[in-house]
């Protein structure tokens, strides 16, 4: 048993879940497969798109397997990198559109 | 200016110590063995299809010493294709069955007698007749100038490297100011002719991944290619071919370095294609060395893994009898069955 909670090499492991559920997880990586094919959105786009989605989602595997996927694209760290700020442009607003619920609060509270 | 793994020293110029590396591998989880995987369907041992490509390398001297090299070629690189050899095999390109007569190295433009190489083998009518140029020789010294106007004479099909079309990403794999100079030659070439719509001279670009990772779909990235250096150079091309980084000689010790090799290794039998492997072209090719001997294909070259025939030399050349034999594998032939698989020609499935 690991002694940490990430392993690097449980990456390439993900297909096995489908062996303790077989039906479910089929469906999930049929559906995980078209959507990250060609359509209105190309395939380049999904990828930046997944990479920004993978930090905000804090999840090391997707964010290494999104990295060396826009690699394997020809994507550069430049546009890597200003995708990862969208996400934490995305988040960041996320907390600060909050502090309108706060200033409202402190309006009705105080005289 | 880095210096070649040999010049260095370095373990891996050994190539029984590569195939040792290879063979064994050198993490926990054990890797499925390429001979059992194409056993699976019923390809091995793997024997060859018709000859269509004669690939010659006229030596592993170079002007740059990219990292990913699997010639380990360099400007300290003295291995030299020799005249005497060089006429045998033009005696053998003259009766060959083979459509495409493939010229490497290293840079075979520093090859003292490559001109007149060219000049002897366009004689014969080949139908295909590729140089692999690494573009930056073309500027690295004025007799070299005129190598456009001299590819254009004899017709030849010029394939240049170029891992990205950012100055960043090419000069990290191939060197300072690599990323400058090919733009210069490209369009030199293009001056001449090479690459432009309507010309029937054709300039092909090789993708090589620049670092740990495999290339992604060739199109794509062709056309992600075409359109910036359209963009930005206003240079032309024919094709791109995506080719992966085999495991083997400076990449391999860049692997090792830096921690990627086990992930490598298993991103490679992960993408593994079966339908890739029928048209591998160790299938389709013979690879001669410098000195003559005789090889499935560049990288078996570059493992010293001669073609399992009574005929290994050039010298002794017997197309029938080099064509009824079992071509040597190791794990490295992972490399040219991910994915689309890959090729000195690109995909391959």
């Known amino acids: 048993m690991s002694k940490s909670y990430y392993d690097p090499a449980d990456l390439r492991k993900f297909g096995k879940i489908t062996e303790w559920s077989e039906e479910l997880g089929n469906k999930f990586f049929d559906y995980y497969g078209k959507v990250f094919e060609e359509g209105a959105l190309t395939a380049r786009e999904k990828s930046l798109i997944a990479l920004a989605v993978a930090h905000t989602e804090h999840c090391p595997y997707c964010i290494d397997a999104y990295t060396k996927d826009g690699l394997q694209r020809g994507i550069t760290k430049e546009e890597m990198m200003e995708a990862v700020h969208v996400g934490a442009a995305i988040k960041s607003g996320a907390t600060l559109v909050m502090g309108v619920q706060m200033m409202n609060k402190v309006n009705k509270l105080e005289m | 200016m880095k210096k070649s793994l040999q010049a260095r020293n370095n373990d891996l110029a050994n190539t029984k110590r590569q195939i040792e590396i290879l063979s064994n591998g050198i993490f926990k989880d054990e890797l499925p063995k390429f001979a059992n995987k194409i056993k699976e369907t019923n390809q091995f041992p793997l024997r060859p299809n018709k000859l269509e490509i004669l690939q010659l390398n006229l030596g592993y001297m170079c002007n740059q010493v ?35 007569l493939d010229l490497t190295g290293g840079a075979p433009e520093m090859n003292p007698n490559f001109r007149w190489f060219v000049e002897e083998a366009s004689k014969v009518g080949v139908k295909d007749f590729i140089v ?100 930005e150079f206003n240079i032309d091309f024919n094709n791109l071919f995506a080719i992966t980084n085999l495991p083997i000689s400076r990449f391999l010790d860049y692997l090792i370095a830096s921690d990627n090799y086990e992930d490598y290794m298993f991103a490679l039998v992960e993408a593994y294609n079966p339908l890739a492997v029928k048209n591998v072209m160790c299938t389709n090719t013979i690879s001669v060395s410098w000195d003559g001997f005789l090889y499935d294909c560049d990288f078996n070259q570059m493992l010293n893994l001669k073609v399992n025939s009574t005929i290994k030399h050039i010298s002794e050349y017997n197309e029938e009898l080099l064509q009824n034999r079992d071509i040597r594998i190791n794990q490295h032939c992972y490399g040219c069955t991910a994915g689309a698989g890959s090729s000195c020609q690109g995909v391959v499935a």
């Open chain 2, 66 to 100: 990219c990292a990913h090299c699997h010639v380990d070629a360099g400007p300290d690189r003295k291995e030299i294709m020799t005249l005497e050899t060089m006429n045998q095999c033009l005696e053998v390109i003259k009766k060959t069955g083979a459509h495409t």
């Open chain 2, 132 to 231: 692999r140029s690494n573009l930056t020789i073309i500027r690295a010294n004025k007799k070299y100038y005129d190598l456009p106007e001299f590819f254009k004479k004899h017709n030849v099909h010029i394939v240049s490297s170029m891992p990205h079309w950012t100055r960043g990403k090419t000069d990290k794999q191939r060197g300072d100011g690599v990323f400058d100079k090919s733009i210069k030659a490209l369009q030199m070439l293009n001056d001449v002719g090479y690459g432009m719509k309507d010309s029937s001279l054709t300039l092909d670009l090789v993708y090589n991944p620049s670092g740990a990772f495999l290339p992604g779909d060739q199109q794509a990235l062709e056309n992600d290619f075409k359109k910036a250096l359209k963009e």
